[in-house]
């Protein structure tokens, strides 16, 4: 059974920093690609924040988030990493990490961001984590 363990969040002030950290298991091959996500209050949608590919050479973030966000995964682990440093009030969000097993062919360098680090591309999810930007 596919799952994915959230952990991190909470409440932080402009500027502050917050790791939110995502934990795999169940999966039968570590091929696998992660995106986070975030819903901010009254969104229907889920918005795109950053995305890594299976072997982690390859990372994407949404144009608001880059230069703050750093996404990272330690396979060994089966851990996926997002340190959101720079923090304003407009990231705040329920935050998601989802998996999905793309071909291994792939290039996701050569995917554009609208169409890698997408929701209805994801499969798995894990159970969401509220950050909150407020002074």
């Known amino acids: 059974q596919l799952k994915l363990v959230q952990s991190g969040g909470g409440l932080v002030q402009p500027g502050g920093s917050l790791r939110l950290s995502c934990e795999t298991s169940g999966f039968t091959s570590d091929d696998y690609g992660i995106g986070w996500f975030r819903q901010a209050p009254g969104k229907e949608e889920r918005e795109g924040v950053s995305?890594?590919?299976?072997?982690?050479?390859?990372?994407k973030y949404a144009d608001s988030v880059k230069g703050r966000f750093t996404v990272s995964r330690d396979k060994a682990k089966n851990m996926v990493y997002l340190q959101m440093d720079a923090l304003l009030p407009e990231d705040t969000a329920v935050y998601y990490c989802?998996?999905?097993?793309?071909?291994?062919?792939?290039?996701?360098?050569?995917?554009?961001?609208?169409?890698?680090?997408?929701?209805?591309?994801?499969?798995?999810w894990g159970q969401g984590t509220q950050v909150t930007v407020s002074s």
């Open positions: 995305c890594i590919s299976d072997n982690g050479g390859s990372r």
């Open positions: 989802a998996a999905e097993i793309f071909p291994t062919d792939l290039d996701w360098a050569g995917v554009p961001w609208e169409d890698m680090c997408v929701q209805r591309n994801f499969g798995s």
